[in-house]
């Protein structure tokens, strides 16, 4: 069974710093990977998709990489704003056919 | 457009009443998704519509009944719900169900069960 793994679970930085969320599943069999932003109780926006034979996706401050034999995604987040405080989540999409997995996220915040 | 509208917004209902969550998309996608989300816990699958067939049920009660009219419009009906159902419901649509192809969510509907 895919399990998805978001480490750290938290994130406090000062506005500016560059920043690293990481992100690990345990079959490596999927389609694509996609990160999310998520505001609190609001929906989640598409930030990045990966498909399974890339490696790595941009667009604008963020930067997206995979490598799907060991099973690891990282989200770069350049130049970190207070704007970018929220929850992101990882999210794999398995050969099986079935849905998104989403890992448990990781909550930002970036102080002014 | 890359859309999902979802109404209403917040839903308060009591447990012996009957509601229904909409969702609308006009992006062509052929599959669509139902997701319930508690505090501080990532989105579950419940439901999986591809071509307006139910392709996956992931074991949810039958207080929860979901329906897809057409391409574009996917419901969700409730009925004598408990107060542990209380969540964010989520709708998503991508191009095909399980392909490589992007997923799009909704804002979602706030549901209060009293």
């Known amino acids: 069974k895919q399990e998805v793994t978001q480490i750290p679970a938290a994130l406090s930085v000062p506005e500016g710093e560059n920043l690293v969320l990481n992100c690990s599943f345990t079959?490596?069999?999927?389609?694509?990977l996609q990160w999310f932003r998520q505001d609190p109780g609001k929906g989640l926006t598409s930030l990045l998709l990966i498909q399974s034979s890339q490696r790595e996706q941009t667009s604008g401050r963020l930067n997206a990489s995979l490598d799907k034999s060991s099973g690891r995604s990282t989200l770069y987040i350049a130049a970190s704003q207070p704007g970018d405080s929220a929850t992101y989540l990882c999210?794999?999409?398995?050969?099986?056919?079935?849905?998104?997995?989403f890992g448990k996220g990781t909550t930002l915040s970036v102080s002014s | 457009d890359t859309e999902v509208t979802q109404t209403p917004k917040h839903l308060v209902m009591g447990m012996t009443n009957k509601k229904s969550l909409k969702c609308e998309q006009h992006?062509?996608?052929?599959?669509m998704y139902w997701y319930k989300q508690k505090a501080k816990k990532p989105p579950e699958l419940m439901f999986v519509y591809s071509y307006e067939k139910l392709s996956i049920n992931e074991s949810v009660p039958s207080r929860f009944s979901p329906e897809c009219p057409n391409s574009s419009l996917l419901n969700l009906h409730l009925h004598a719900l408990q107060p542990e159902d209380s969540a964010l419901y989520l709708c998503?649509?991508?191009?095909?169900?399980?392909?490589?192809?992007?997923?799009?969510f909704g804002q979602g509907t706030r549901l209060t069960v009293v």
């Open positions: 998503a649509s991508s191009q095909f169900q399980g392909l490589r192809t992007e997923a799009f």
């Open positions: 992006m062509g996608h052929r599959a």
């Open positions: 999210a794999v999409s398995n050969q099986a056919g079935t849905a998104l997995i």
């Open positions: 079959d490596s069999a999927i389609y694509n």
